[in-house]
């Protein structure tokens, strides 16, 4: 899983799993160009400060990628601490306009691949209210958003999952990702102790978190995840598309055992 020549766009890297996956990509020869409201402590190749929760943001930090770019990595996201209109604004609306903005700049069979997360395991539950979400052009009002489908603050988080979940399968066959052959696909994580978990514990809640973390023995880290991201960035996935790969230790092999009484 080499990725000597290839230059990543990768988002939320001052921290936890996009941090990590910035430090594996130079280790395997990626270039890379980082992008997060808060500079790292450390060169994580080059830096670029942005901010995906408005229009004007993506589409500063669109005009300031170059060409030729090989692979996207949307990392970064909000727990849902911050409210239903912001969490739709950064993980939905923001990661959908910079990977659409970007398409033009990716090569020929490049790749998109988004962290989605084992709380959006109900899209198929929810489903109408995830595609006609999914489907929605350009940038979104998130707060009329948030209205129009019942999107609280409490459910914030694990709906914007599952809306990602749905819009990584209908890009990968969207006509402006798939003419250039760009790969869409997603990573879900399970519990991951980074910086962020503090807060799931906040908005989800300790017996959710630990009840998840119990059912596969320990948590993840960073480290478990970066590599899979990378994975899909690289020309050994060049046949995986519009795929969620359940990166959780066996969290939903264990919901679907309970759920489909096996």
């Given at each position: 899983m080499?990725?000597f020549?290839?230059?990543?766009v990768?988002?939320g890297?001052?921290?936890g ?18 992008i ?17 929760s ?13 060409d ?8 970064a ?13 950064v993980?939905v609306?923001?990661?959908?306009a ?10 020929q ?10 709380a959006?395991y109900?899209?198929r ?14 940038f ?15 459910n ?5 999952k ?10 990968a ?7 250039k052959?760009?790969r869409?696909?997603?990573?879900s994580?399970g519990?991951?102790?980074?910086p962020i978990?503090t ?6 809640g300790?017996s959710?978190v ?7 023995g ?8 970066a ?12 046949w ?10 066996g ?7 309970e759920?489909?009484?096996?």
């Amino acid at each position: 899983m080499m990725l000597f020549g290839k230059t990543l766009v990768i988002t939320g890297v001052a921290s936890g799993i996009g941090r990590r996956t910035a430090e594996l990509a130079l280790q395997l020869g990626a270039e890379v160009i980082g992008i997060d409201r808060t500079r790292p402590d450390q060169p994580l190749g080059q830096f670029l400060a942005g901010d995906l929760s408005t229009a004007e943001g993506v589409a500063g930090i669109v005009a300031a990628i170059p060409d030729g770019i090989d692979a996207l990595c949307n990392v970064a996201g909000v727990s849902g601490q911050t409210g239903a209109a912001h969490t739709l604004a950064v993980n939905v609306f923001g990661l959908k306009a910079l990977s659409e903005g970007l398409a033009p700049k990716l090569r020929q069979a490049g790749a998109v691949v988004n962290v989605a997360s084992i709380a959006g395991y109900g899209w198929r539950q929810n489903i109408a209210r995830a595609r006609a979400i999914a489907r929605m052009g350009g940038f979104p009002d998130p707060v009329r958003a948030a209205l129009d489908h019942g999107i609280t603050d409490a459910n914030a988080y694990p709906v914007s999952k599952e809306i990602l979940l749905v819009w990584t399968i209908l890009a990968a066959h969207q006509p402006l990702f798939r003419a250039k052959g760009i790969r869409v696909n997603s990573v879900s994580p399970g519990p991951v102790t980074t910086p962020i978990l503090t807060q799931f514990r906040l908005v989800l809640g300790d017996s959710k978190v630990d009840g998840d973390i119990s059912r596969v023995g320990r948590p993840g880290t960073a480290a478990d995840i970066a590599p899979v991201i990378l994975f899909l960035c690289s020309d050994a996935a060049r046949w995986i598309n519009g795929t969620n790969i359940a990166n959780d230790g066996g969290l939903e092999a264990s919901l679907n055992a309970e759920v489909l009484d096996l």
